[in-house]
């Protein structure tokens, strides 16, 4: 979802694309277990990349739909990277969205259980070939993926696009992490800084939120349609529940704002987007609702930054209105016919190459599926090998931890993971001795904006990744 976000020359279509990513980026509260993560040493990093299949759209609705997920395809050929030879298919799939109107024909929705994929495309293979039980192949399997039977795919799969992603650990008090993920065949990068600030509440659930540092995601447009645009996407804040139980659950509050500022805009005017979280009564079953509103604003005007509810916004200036579950389905519908995209622009702006000439989605105030998060799940990443890692690179430097909770030497693990922070401390000691000042190695110093920005070093390391050969990866 995130590859597509600048696949439409409509405005308004590039916002609701965002939307997808912007629901689809909370999967692991679906699929995903709470559990505690390891604590980040400072300069640790970490990289890896996807390789995803481009979203394809139906020829005349102009939306995505969902075809089953089959294990085994022929290779394919990666986009941009061009390399010599045919690279594996990783352990991975891009997630799936399911399109149109609500009741989607029989035969285009995936079996569950199953990874699904797109229209006109099978999901990549699983490699079989080494059954030995590894470090690697252990960590893969703490996934939040599943993966169908295998089949046998009829047609072969179409060419890739790559998306690379880097993380450093930029501060240890408090702890702060800086993150990129960049696509380059779609001309859309993605940065922010990872902080939370958590609290345990009277109800005893813990509450987290945004820390100072963390201003959201920045999702930038270098090029194509959407050139020049920038989406700002605020975080809701979450509350882990179930702590008394010992049966934790997530629940989401408040409200996720998402602001487009630059680029070309649509009538004068910028796009905003409200997501609320509905409150969750602390008794009874939580229900996950949300709902929302895209409306228009004017470049440099200030009034739309006091609405933060959906009723907050002037009926006259909303445009989509949204409804749903973020754990579900999200349902969307345009607010008046005229706010919808017209056929001609429809039908020639999404998905490069595509072909046809019918109306767009949404051309009339019907409701339609915008994401159905129940049908997806999270797409495995592809990693470097320990023997390539550096030693400050997470799995290389967790692995003996790792290692000890994978066989279940719980003692062993824990003075392993001791021996890690004490080094830590001594290190940051020895700085303090000699007034030295910790620099990050792939991020500047300056993250005050919310947008962090790489050092040579860390657009080399970014690079690397893009151009990394699928046979020196795992899952």
């Known amino acids: 979802m995130y590859g597509s976000i600048n696949d439409s020359d409509d405005p308004l279509e590039r916002m609701l694309a965002v939307l997808r990513f912007t629901f689809s980026k909370d999967l692991r509260h679906v699929r995903g277990k709470v559990c505690k993560p390891y604590n980040s040493v400072l300069g640790e990093h970490f990289r890896s990349h996807w390789d995803v299949i481009p979203v394809t759209y139906d020829d005349i609705t102009r939306v995505p739909t969902l075809h089953e997920h089959v294990d085994h395809v022929p290779p394919a050929t990666l986009l941009p990277i061009a390399t010599a030879s045919t690279p594996r298919i990783p352990r991975s799939e891009a997630p799936s969205i399911k399109g149109g109107k ?255 000439t019918g109306a767009g989605a949404g051309t009339g105030t019907e409701w339609r599926v915008l994401v159905d998060l129940s049908t997806l799940h999270v797409v495995p990443k592809a990693v470097r090998k320990l023997e390539k890692q550096l030693p400050d690179e997470s799995r290389k430097l967790w692995e003996t931890v790792t290692d000890g909770l994978l066989k279940k030497e719980y003692s062993e693990a824990t003075r392993e993971k001791q021996r890690i922070e004490q080094r830590q401390r001594d290190v940051a000691a020895e700085r303090k001795r000699k007034g030295v000042e910790f620099i990050p190695r792939y991020f500047e110093n300056d993250i005050a904006s919310g947008v962090p920005k790489l050092t040579p070093a860390g657009q080399a390391a970014l690079d690397e990744e893009l151009a990394e050969d699928e046979a020196d990866c795992t899952p």
């Open 102 to 356: 609500e009741g989607v024909p029989p035969g285009q929705t995936g079996r569950f259980g199953s990874l699904l994929s797109m229209k006109g495309w099978s999901s990549p293979a699983v490699d079989h070939t080494d059954s030995t039980p590894t470090l690697s192949t252990a960590v893969s399997e703490l996934s939040l993926s599943s993966t169908s039977e295998s089949t046998t795919p009829s047609t072969p799969a179409p060419a890739r696009i790559r998306v690379a992603f880097l993380t450093e650990q930029v501060s240890h008090h408090p702890p702060i992490s800086a993150f990129v993920a960049t696509c380059p065949a779609r001309s859309v990068r993605l940065s922010g800084i990872d902080q939370i600030v958590a609290k345990v509440t009277s109800t005893a659930s813990v509450r987290i939120g945004p820390g100072a540092a963390n201003k959201g995601l920045f999702v930038d447009i270098g090029g194509g349609f959407g050139a020049g645009e920038q989406y700002q996407i605020t975080h809701p804040v979450a509350h882990v529940n179930g702590v008394l139980r010992g049966s934790f659950y997530v629940t989401v509050g408040e409200c996720t704002i998402v602001t487009c500022a630059g680029g070309k805009g649509r009538g004068g005017e910028w796009l905003r987007a409200i997501i609320e979280y509905k409150e969750e009564s602390w008794l009874g079953k939580p229900h996950f609702l949300v709902e929302g509103v895209i409306h228009g604003y004017t470049p440099g005007a200030t009034e739309h930054e006091e609405w933060t509810r959906v009723k907050h916004v002037p009926k006259a200036r909303a445009l989509v209105y949204l409804e749903g579950t973020w754990r579900g389905a999200v349902r969307y519908r345009h607010a008046f016919p005229s706010a919808a995209p017209s056929p001609a622009s429809s039908s020639s702006s999404i998905a490069r190459g595509a072909t046809g």
